[in-house]
């Protein structure tokens, strides 16, 4: 478009259509999800194909460089008016930046190929904040890959994608119904399967954990009212507890997430050299 184009506004058939990417079904059936946000487009468009950039006006001149970045990568870029671009955000103060990418996710046979020894897997969350902040965690920690089984939320929803703050861009991401199938999915990749589980067998702390922790595992985060299910809770190898001194009833998803997979790489740390992983 040129300067001297009116706006695209909510009526303009581009930011409809787009418009549709802001629920799961239209989604699934472009294939296609909107990345709200300066950071997060600037990690989208070095991570992944972007097909379009809806920009206001104030937006483009506060980050030129995304603009630039977007035309030189092939991207159409539309401006748009503020209210288009509000129609287009799930937040209460949109940032007038939103672009459309490609789905993220990979067969669960790619994201488990070429022996991957760090392995987050969410089952049966359906909190997209949630969702989101296990995968920042997961990428912090060094996993080699985050999979989303049985009915948990999906992972390009806007509120997981912000949660992420952009770790969904950097590493495999799989999405698999069925629960069961994923954690023999990654029995078979030759990962222990260890679930978070508050009245697990397994002290977290305990020394016999640490070898286990240290080998290549593959951690299971259900939901913080239900857990992932009993038929995962039936199917892992451990049933892992982060012990609680104090009197807390419980730890939100996100603590417990950090506490177990940090809890592997300081196990990690403390064991003779392994193998390099997927992502070192």
């Known amino acids: 478009m040129t300067r001297t184009e009116t706006p695209g506004t909510e009526r303009t058939p581009r930011v409809a259509a787009a418009r549709k990417l802001l629920r799961r079904p239209g989604r699934d059936r472009a294939g296609r999800f909107l990345v709200e946000g300066a950071q997060a487009v600037r990690e989208a468009l070095d991570a992944c194909p972007v097909h379009e950039l809806f920009v206001t006006t104030a937006a483009a001149q506060r980050h030129p460089e995304l603009v630039e970045s977007a035309r030189e990568r092939g ?3 539309l401006t748009v008016t503020d209210q288009a671009a509000a129609g287009l955000s799930e937040t209460v103060t949109p940032q007038g930046l939103v ?3 490609d789905l993220l ?3 669960l046979a790619t994201a488990l190929a070429g022996s991957p020894g760090f392995v987050t897997v969410c089952a049966g969350i359906s909190d997209p904040g949630n969702v989101g902040t296990v995968v920042r965690v997961a990428d ?4 080699d890959a985050v999979l989303l089984a049985g009915d948990t939320v999906d992972p390009h ?10 770790s969904v861009f950097h590493l495999p991401l799989a999405r698999d119904r069925d629960a069961q199938g994923v954690v023999a999915a990654c029995r078979s990749a030759g990962l222990t399967t260890l679930v978070a589980d508050g009245r697990g067998e397994l002290d977290l702390h305990a020394p016999e954990a640490a070898p286990i922790l240290a080998g290549p595992v593959a951690w299971i985060l259900g939901s913080e ?6 038929d995962v809770f039936a199917a892992a190898d451990h049933r892992v507890r982060v012990p609680i001194h104090g009197r807390a009833e419980s730890l939100n998803l996100a603590t417990a ?24």
Request: net charge positive; with cysteine; hydrophobic share 40%.
């Open 257 to 280: 997430a950090a506490i177990c997979l940090y809890a592997t790489v300081g196990a990690r740390a403390g064991a003779a050299p392994r193998p390099p992983s997927a992502r070192d």
């Open 99 to 101: 672009a459309v990418c």
């Open 75 to 77: 991207a159409r870029v």
């Open 225 to 230: 009212a239900h857990g992932p299910g009993p």
């Open 157 to 166: 929803n806007g509120k997981a994608v912000r949660a992420s703050t952009g």
């Open 140 to 143: 912090a920690a060094g996993c």
């Open 105 to 107: 996710d990979v067969p």
